[in-house]
């Protein structure tokens, strides 16, 4: 099931289950039904979004995976057995709902879903 964030602040943001799950779960916020950001939480969103980029930027340099790595790993998605690491970083996956974020923050409105 696609999840659907909006603000007033800007257009709606889709996104797949998965990728949508994982960031409510950074933001300990219940993927299950509707829920809310407030204008007062997004900082902290934002904050715990940003650890968790950093985390995953340390585990892929930990682990050798260069931004090379992860285009080619894209590149050949079609050709990759079915559980293949994922090549999109968390900081590319989370980039559209950051931008969200701090518009929302600027106008001092609310992000749902």
Same mark, same amino acid.
């Given at each position: 099931?696609?999840?659907?964030?909006?603000?007033?602040?800007?257009? *709606?943001?889709?996104? #797949?289950?998965?990728?949508?799950?994982? #960031?409510?779960?950074? #933001?300990?916020? *219940?993927?299950?039904?509707?829920?809310?950001?407030?204008?007062?939480?997004? %900082?902290?969103?934002?904050?715990?979004? !940003?650890?968790?980029? #950093?985390?995953?930027?340390?585990?892929?340099?930990?682990?050798? !995976?260069?931004?090379?790595?992860?285009?080619?790993?894209?590149?050949?998605? *079609?050709?990759? %057995?079915?559980?293949?690491?994922?090549?999109?970083?968390?900081?590319?996956?989370?980039?559209?709902?950051?931008?969200?974020?701090?518009?929302?923050?600027?106008?001092?409105?609310?992000?749902?879903?």
């Amino acid at each position: 099931m696609p999840y659907k964030f909006k603000s007033r602040a800007t257009a *709606d943001l889709i996104m #797949l289950d998965a990728s949508a799950r994982k #960031l409510l779960a950074i #933001l300990g916020k *219940d993927a299950d039904g509707a829920g809310i950001i407030t204008a007062e939480q997004i %900082p902290g969103a934002l904050a715990a979004l !940003e650890q968790a980029v #950093l985390e995953d930027e340390a585990r892929r340099a930990a682990a050798g !995976e260069t931004q090379d790595d992860a285009d080619a790993e894209q590149m050949d998605e *079609d050709a990759a %057995p079915a559980g293949a690491a994922d090549g999109v970083s968390l900081r590319q996956r989370t980039a559209p709902f950051i931008d969200m974020l701090k518009r929302s923050a600027a106008e001092g409105r609310d992000v749902t879903w």
